[in-house]
């Protein structure tokens, strides 16, 4: 696969639809069905949605683990026909190696490609320092707080460096705290790198504060059936766009783009 080329989609879906065979059953069920959209280079997208959508299940065609039942996923303007290198994947548990420092995970990815010894360390140091780990290089997992090693699962993914990063709900296990240091830590990174990301969350003030765009999406099967342009400066600093006046705003029309609600159903 190519790297970014002028004018083509970082990531793209067109007409996809994804069945699942029910255990048992000659029956399929439909989690996503007709879904279009393409992401640029350096785009930041997130997609919202109710629970079962077929949210991650979008991330999973992105990244090939899951081939579409219909239509094709696109990543630099070349069909997706399986794990390529030019994707990666964040997710909520950090993954990492407990047996394995986290220098050594972070250059684990590049350590498969067969990247040199000096250039893996060169990597792994650039992005601890960029991730504010460059004092725990040399620790384990176990020594590291949820934060921390999230940060490091970051770093890991950045160590690839891959066109697009699908990210399925990478903070949602944290504290809000240290959620907001994550994501700061993240939309410098991204902004700086020149990152294209497609980022699942359930949190809308965190999708307004991260995205250039948001895309809702509807019951299962799932298909886009709204589009939210931010259009609130500062997108490398979240921690500054959270306090702009339009968030709330953002928050309300995307609460009620979900139908959310006092008497909504809990899934």
């Keep these: 696969m190519s790297h970014a080329v002028e004018g083509i989609p ?3 879906f067109i007409g996809v639809d994804k069945r699942f065979g029910a255990p048992g059953s000659a029956t399929e069920v439909a989690a996503a069905s007709n879904v279009n959209f393409a992401v640029k280079t350096g785009e930041v997208v ?3 949605g109710p629970s079962g959508c077929g949210k991650s299940t ?3 065609m992105g990244a090939g683990l899951y081939a579409p039942s219909a239509g094709v996923v696109k990543v630099a303007g070349e069909v997706v026909q399986g794990p390529n ?4 994947f964040m997710l909520q548990k950090d993954l990492l190696m407990p047996w394995r420092t986290i220098n050594e995970n ?3 990815g590049l350590e498969l490609r067969g990247t040199s010894a000096s250039e893996r360390r060169q990597t792994s140091q650039r992005l ?4 504010h780990l460059d004092k725990f290089g040399n620790h384990y997992p176990h020594q590291l707080s949820g934060g ?6 970051m770093a890991r993914t950045l160590a690839v460096d891959p066109l697009v990063l699908l990210m399925d709900e990478p903070f949602s296990a944290l504290d809000a705290q240290t959620k907001m240091i994550l994501q700061q830590d993240l939309a410098r990174t ?15 003030a965190e999708a307004v504060a991260l995205s250039d765009r948001i895309l809702v999406m509807s019951e299962r099967p799932g298909t886009i059936v709204e589009e939210v342009i931010v259009d609130i400066p500062g997108r490398n600093n979240p921690m500054t766009r959270r306090k702009h006046e339009s968030v709330g705003r953002y928050v309300a029309m995307l609460m009620d783009m979900l139908k959310l609600d006092a008497n909504a159903d809990v899934h």
């Design 10 to 12: 970082a990531i793209e």
């Design 128 to 131: 601890l320092k960029a991730c």
């Design 148 to 153: 921390m090693r999230q940060r490091a699962a």
């Design 85 to 88: 290198s030019h994707v990666a």
């Design 190 to 204: 991204v902004s700086d790198e020149k990152k294209t990301v497609l980022f699942i969350t359930h949190d809308l």
């Design 106 to 108: 972070i250059e684990f």
């Design 58 to 60: 979008m991330l999973n």
């Design 46 to 48: 997130s997609i919202i």
